[in-house]
């Protein structure tokens, strides 16, 4: 079994900062991609930033020079660094992972519980 755990998010105002971490735990071998996708009312989840094991980095448009992506293997966890928060960054954030579990060795795609970040005055 694998579970995320998901920290870090809040309300802050338009302009502030937020970092998000997730945390995985259980039977894990290792982890490939990492990614956090975010859901906002009446709108699809959509993947808001990636990274590979590698460490290569892809962010969609609409955060580019603002969030950072950032992984810590020996921690099993990745995080978020939201700068520059604008209101239509309000939405549930969640963390994706590609692990290979113990003893299967089978890769699974596993998702957090989603934090909320809303950005607001």
């Known amino acids: 079994q694998v579970q995320l755990v998901e920290s870090g998010g809040g309300l802050v105002q338009p302009g502030g900062s937020l970092r998000l971490s997730c945390a995985a735990s259980?039977?894990?071998?290792?982890?490939?991609?990492m990614g956090w996708y975010r859901q906002a009312p009446g709108k699809q989840r959509e993947l808001v930033a990636g990274?590979?094991?590698?460490?290569?980095?892809n962010y969609a448009d609409s955060v580019k020079g603002r969030f950072t992506i950032s992984r810590d293997n020996a921690k099993n966890t990745v995080y978020l660094q939201m700068n520059s928060l604008k209101p239509e960054d309000t939405a549930v954030y969640y963390c994706?992972?590609?692990?290979?579990?113990?003893?299967?060795?089978?890769?699974?795609?596993?998702w957090g519980q989603g934090t909320q970040v809303t950005v607001s005055s």
């Open positions: 994706n992972e590609q692990v290979i579990s113990i003893p299967t060795m089978a890769m699974g795609d596993y």
């Open positions: 259980g039977s894990i071998f290792s982890i490939y991609a």
């Open positions: 990274i590979t094991s590698g460490g290569s980095t």
